[in-house]
């Protein structure tokens, strides 16, 4: 397992636009978001390889949100643009240190979580 570290949350206007990050502590292969509305059980957001080729998101998502990675820096992004009041939630980072799927959309697919950050969309 790698520890996790998210930044980038808060508070946002509508048809806003925010910038997620999540720096691992060591090498990881496939990096994702998931998040967990008030309520709701935790969804898929997107994932990335780490040959950054393939990348996976949401229905939801798609058009709106962009997931990159610098593994340099072990480190993911998710770029939020024309955030809704619906995308409201708690944001965690995933991350399979062990290797197992090229990218994953499952949280079996990872084996570190991060603690979760938290992303407000008012109307």
């Known amino acids: 397992q790698v520890q996790l570290v998210e930044s980038g949350g808060g508070l946002v206007q509508a048809g806003g636009s925010l910038r997620l990050s999540c720096a691992a502590s060591?090498?990881?292969?496939?990096m994702g978001w998931f998040r967990q509305p008030p309520g709701k059980e935790r969804e898929f957001v997107a994932a990335?390889?780490?040959?950054?080729?393939?990348?996976e998101y949401s229905t939801f998502v798609k058009g709106r949100f962009t997931i990159s990675r610098d593994n340099a820096k072990n480190t993911v992004y998710l770029q939020m643009n024309s955030l809704q009041p619906e995308d409201t939630a708690l944001y965690y980072c995933?991350?399979?240190?062990?290797?197992?799927?090229?990218?994953?959309?499952?949280?079996?697919?990872?084996?570190?979580w991060g603690q979760g950050t938290q992303v407000t969309v008012s109307s």
């Open positions: 995933a991350a399979d240190s062990r290797g197992i799927t090229t990218v994953g959309s499952g949280p079996r697919d990872y084996d570190s």
């Open positions: 060591g090498r990881t292969f496939s």
């Open positions: 990335i390889s780490r040959s950054r080729l393939s990348t």
